[in-house]
């Protein structure tokens, strides 16, 4: 198969995309030598990991509207940079409270330009068949961050210290930054509506009061003051923020989408993937350095495996919805990753790696054959003219489920000798977790091919 033209394009497209997604793994190795240089504990480190995501999922929606309204190659260059220089902030961040200030503000450079990246793709490329090859490409991105995350951030913190795996992005964000200006064509902007930003506020407060009671529950106890009152903030927040949708004539997050039992299930399971994903491999991260004192590298490469699958999985799911449909590879990716989560919650302080990796194998494995199959669901079930909100969604809800993943998973191994048993517990939630997922999977996801009309990356 011959590239795709304008490979400048492609390149400088790709750059945002995969940073942005190799930012969501690639710390996870370097946090046990974060927590030590910054004098932090379990709670710091998933403000470091949450930090970055909770931006990056609560702007997403806003972010692919403004990146429409004005301008999607100015919008990403913007959210380049942005990304870029929150990167070299975070690399010389004196403490653990700038250091999670300066993620987050790398998941809102992350969230501005992450939407307006495939509109650039299907702007440059008019025909069909290019333009399929090289959202193909930049779709593949994703597997290729996921899978070098953890290895690249093992070297790195082996090599030099934590602060690495931020300063590196400098040179590639400065390369993708040139590129766009001097290669990418301009996509003319165009308004549909009014901005939802009573929304965009109650949702990011909906999100944080969820993030922080979760996250903080664990160190303060879940019966403490602040937790609680964090708690009802999100509910509140939540409340309004969906009476309110109901009630838009212009809503950031269309009701109507949802009454498709299709595309709710898959935003569902989307949730169910990331929430099982990111947690697992934030718990396995922390339990190769700190329980059974790994270095940074040997934990890297004890998860490659795991990630390394992903790109082979995304294939074979592809090939295989687009014969049978999406319902068959979330159905049992779905319960091949819940039982290998199950498998993880049995880990001791003691066990070999060989008797480990297999069950990471497994999680591996089903939740790439199901992520690819999920999108296709989510997005040919979004009507023609909602195609671009469709896609915005289905990623807030992977970037959600995540968020809460790291936030509650990690708030279970809080505390001096709780970590075998939260690692246990968590596992166990979220292999549960992935076998609902394959039951809803199963009775609402439609189970033949309606032919999807657009490509959204199959990543985790």
Same mark, same amino acid.
């Given at each position: ?6 490979p400048?394009v492609?390149v400088?497209?790709?750059i945002?995309?995969f ?5 969501s ?14 004098g932090t504990?379990i709670a710091g480190?998933?403000w470091v ?11 997403l929606?806003?972010? +692919?509207? $403004?990146?429409d309204?004005l301008?999607? !190659?100015?919008t *990403?260059? #913007?959210? /380049?940079?942005?990304?870029t &220089? ?5 690399g ?23 939407p307006?990246?495939?509109a650039l793709?299907?702007?440059a490329y008019?025909?069909?068949?290019e ?11 994703t597997?290729?961050?996921?899978a ?5 951030? +093992?070297? $790195?913190?082996?090599?030099?210290t934590? !602060?690495?795996? *931020?300063? #590196?992005? /400098?040179?590639?964000?400065? &390369?993708?930054i040139v590129?766009?200006?001097r290669h990418?064509?301009s996509v003319?902007?165009?308004q ?9 506020l109650l ?13 903080q ?5 879940w019966?403490?003051a602040?937790v ?9 927040a ?5 009476l +309110?949708?109901?009630?838009a ?5 269309p009701?109507?989408?949802f ?5 709710s299930?898959?935003?569902a ?8 994903f990111y947690?697992?491999?934030f ?6 350095q ?8 040997a934990?890297?490469l ?9 790109s ?6 592809g090939?295989?919805?687009?014969r049978?449909?999406p319902r068959l ?5 779905l ?5 290998g989560?199950?498998?993880l919650?049995?880990?001791?302080v ?5 008797a ?7 999680m591996g ?6 992520m690819?199959a ?8 979004t009507p ?5 909100i469709g896609?915005a969604?289905l990623n807030a809800?992977?970037?959600?489920g ?8 990690g708030?279970?191994?809080g505390?001096?000798?709780h970590f075998?048993?939260?690692l246990?517990?968590?596992?166990l ?7 609902m997922g394959?039951?809803?999977s ?6 033949g091919?309606r ?7 199959p990543?985790?």
């Amino acid at each position: 198969m011959l590239l795709p033209r304008h490979p400048r394009v492609l390149v400088a497209v790709c750059i945002g995309y995969f940073m942005a997604v190799l930012d969501s793994t690639v710390v996870n190795v370097a946090l046990p030598d974060m927590a030590r240089g910054l004098g932090t504990g379990i709670a710091g480190m998933q403000w470091v990991v949450d930090g970055y995501a909770l931006l990056f999922a609560s702007l997403l929606l806003t972010a +692919g509207a $403004l990146a429409d309204r004005l301008g999607n !190659r100015g919008t *990403f260059v #913007v959210g /380049l940079a942005l990304f870029t &220089l929150a990167s070299g902030l975070c690399g010389i961040a004196p403490n653990l409270g700038t250091l999670i200030a300066f993620r987050a503000l790398q998941g809102v450079g992350a969230a501005v330009q992450v939407p307006a990246s495939l509109a650039l793709l299907r702007h440059a490329y008019h025909d069909p068949t290019e333009r399929a090859q090289a959202i193909g490409i930049w779709a593949a991105a994703t597997g290729l961050a996921v899978a070098a995350g953890p290895v690249v951030g +093992g070297i $790195l913190t082996h090599a030099w210290t934590w !602060r690495s795996v *931020f300063l #590196v992005n /400098l040179p590639v964000g400065v &390369l993708g930054i040139v590129l766009t200006l001097r290669h990418v064509p301009s996509v003319p902007p165009h308004q549909d509506g009014d901005l939802d930003l009573k929304a965009q506020l109650l949702g990011i407060v909906a999100l944080g009061g969820l993030t922080f009671g979760l996250i903080q529950g664990g160190v303060w106890g879940w019966s403490s003051a602040p937790v609680i009152v964090a708690l009802l903030v999100a509910v509140v927040a939540g409340v309004l923020f969906y009476l +309110g949708e109901r009630r838009a004539e212009h809503p950031m997050l269309p009701p109507a989408l949802f009454r498709d039992s299709t595309f709710s299930a898959a935003n569902a399971v989307g949730a169910i993937l990331s929430f099982g994903f990111y947690g697992e491999l934030f718990l396995m991260s922390l339990f190769f350095q700190q329980v059974q004192h790994r270095s940074p590298l040997a934990a890297g490469l004890a998860l490659l495996p795991q990630t390394a699958v992903i790109s082979l999985m995304n294939f074979v799911s592809g090939q295989v919805t687009a014969r049978r449909g999406p319902r068959l590879p979330m159905v049992l990716g779905l319960g091949v990753g819940g039982l290998g989560l199950g498998s993880l919650s049995l880990v001791q302080v003691r066990t070999p790696l060989g008797a480990i990796v297999g069950p990471m194998l497994a999680m591996g494995i089903g939740a790439s054959l199901a992520m690819p199959a999920m999108t296709h669901a989510a997005i040919d079930h979004t009507p023609k003219e909602r195609a671009g909100i469709g896609s915005a969604v289905l990623n807030a809800s992977r970037q959600v489920g995540g968020v809460i993943g790291i936030a509650l998973l990690g708030a279970l191994i809080g505390g001096r000798g709780h970590f075998i048993p939260g690692l246990h517990r968590g596992m166990l939630i979220a292999g549960a977790l992935f076998l609902m997922g394959s039951g809803l999977s199963w009775r609402f996801v439609e189970r033949g091919v309606r032919g999807a009309r657009y490509a959204v990356a199959p990543d985790v």
